[in-house]
């Protein structure tokens, strides 16, 4: 069974390109680690974010050891380092296949994406100087694919080709 990690700053199309993938792939499950912490107000702290990565891979697991199941897409900003090897270390236990991708774009492409994103309330001109001002910590992750001028389709199929390769 094969794990696709889709990170990237807020707002970069992690959750869209997932959710595309599940919807193309039958048998995959799709995993917003936002949900896994899902508290309000949202605190992110040290010990929610091991709640939320214990949440994680315990759906993993889950997942796993579902018959119908056949891939796990996993969409979560992940800007700590430790949070990241521990997602990465459980999945390895769990003896899947992992590709992980950092997904980036430009400021411009930024901008112009969370201001068509009606729908998410954290789409607010503070966390848009928030994301803007990540863009370069991201930009230095393992596996970046910058999809300034990719579409969802374009983007999915590139990350889906990853997985394919021996």
Not at 73 to 99: F, H, P, S
């Amino acid at each position: 069974m094969n794990v696709i990690i889709i990170n990237g700053p807020m707002g970069v199309g992690k959750t869209t390109v997932g959710r595309y993938i599940a919807d193309q792939y039958p048998g995959t499950a799709f995993i917003d680690g936002d949900w896994c912490l899902d508290l309000h107000p949202f605190v992110g702290n040290q010990e929610t974010k091991v709640m939320a990565v214990d949440n994680i891979l315990h759906m993993i697991g889950n997942y796993k050891n579902c018959s119908v199941c056949r891939m796990i897409v996993l969409v979560w900003l992940i800007d700590d380092e430790w949070v990241y090897r521990r997602i990465i270390d459980g999945i390895c236990a769990l003896q899947l296949e992992l590709v992980s991708v950092t997904l980036l774009c430009g400021e411009e492409q930024l901008i112009q994406r969370w201001r068509q994103d009606k729908t998410c309330e954290w789409r607010t001109d503070q966390w848009l100087e928030i994301s803007l001002k990540s863009l370069p910590h991201f930009s230095t992750l393992e596996n970046c694919m910058d999809t300034s001028y990719l579409s969802i389709s374009e983007t999915a199929e590139r990350i889906v080709q990853q997985m394919m390769k021996p």
